[in-house]
């Protein structure tokens, strides 16, 4: 998760952000750079669908 530098969130409900943003704080303390919006209709019914991109030194 560390090698986290961007994230791109979308929500079904943009109400559900603070919640949401309570637990991502957990998962990404180093704050990679974040896009979050709201969709009405997300694939398989699902509430909220995140994309990363990580970079790793070799």
Do not use: G
């Not at 603070?18 to 704050?31: E, G, K, L, M, W």
């Amino acid at each position: 998760m560390t090698d986290v530098v961007k994230v791109m969130v979308v929500l079904k409900d943009i109400n559900d952000f603070s919640a949401f943003n309570d637990i991502y704080v957990t998962y990404f303390p180093q704050r990679p750079a974040r896009t979050t919006f709201a969709a009405s209709q997300l694939a398989a019914n699902a509430n909220i669908e995140i994309e990363v991109v990580a970079v790793r030194d070799n």
